[in-house]
């Protein structure tokens, strides 16, 4: 069964003070891994997709990384407006129409 | 254009009433899927359309029924809900498994409780 963990559960940031999220994940064959921003009452805003490991993909002051069983959504400089829970979801290659989310990360930015 | 239009925004229904949520898209994806979001949990699908057909179905009571009347609609239908029903019911698409099945992008969500 698929699985994917994230963490840490949340995290309190100083604005500017960099800082990761991690995403693991166990599935048979990886179809993709996917990043969602969601802010408190509004459906998840799509960052990024990631195929395969070594790939990168940059957006802004997030990063996206992914290994063969995690990936990574490192944060440079934050401000408060990048306070929202952050999610990672993945698609199993032999299963590919069902978007498995992890619990999510929520990231305070403090002015 | 990547939007995804879910409506009503809110909605408050009895359980003995009957009621539909909408969705609709215009990217020309040809999978479209309702989840269900508890607060402060991630969202667990409820169901999965491919080219117009139900595909997935996540074992989800008989009391939602969900109807997919063409390429770019979805609807739910709601009946004889109860109140741990009361959650964001999120739409989302994406390209379907013949086009490579990439990202899905979500509607806002309806806020649906049950009194």
Not at chain 1, 19 to 42: A, H, I
Not at chain 1, 75 to 85: G, N
Not at chain 2, 56 to 64: L, Y
């Amino acid at each position: 069964e698929d699985q994917v963990t994230q963490s840490p559960e949340a995290l309190r940031l100083q604005e500017g003070e960099s800082s990761s999220l991690n995403c693991s994940y166990t599935v048979s064959g990886l179809r993709g891994l996917f990043w969602y921003r969601q802010d408190p009452g509004k459906g998840p805003e799509f960052l990024f997709t990631l195929y395969s490991a070594g790939e990168e993909k940059e957006k802004e002051r997030l990063k996206a990384t992914l290994t063969k069983k995690e990936s990574f959504l490192h944060i440079t400089a934050p401000k408060p407006e990048d306070s929202a829970t952050y999610l990672c979801a993945v698609q199993e290659d032999n299963y590919g129409q069902n978007f498995v989310f992890g619990p999510g990360t929520r990231l305070s930015v403090l002015p | 254009d990547t939007e995804v239009t879910q409506t009503p925004k809110h909605l408050v229904m009895g359980m003995t009433n009957k009621k539909s949520l909408k969705c609709e898209q215009h990217m020309g994806h040809r999978a479209m899927y309702w989840y269900k979001q508890k607060a402060k949990k991630p969202p667990e699908l409820m169901f999965v359309y491919s080219y117009e057909k139900l595909s997935i179905n996540e074992s989800v009571p008989s009391r939602f029924s969900p109807e997919c009347p063409n390429s770019s609609l979805l609807n739910l239908h709601l009946h004889a809900l109860q109140p741990e029903d009361s959650a964001l019911y999120l739409c989302a698409s994406s390209q379907g498994p013949r086009e490579g099945n990439t990202e899905a992008f979500f509607g806002q969500g309806t806020r649906l409780t049950v009194v």
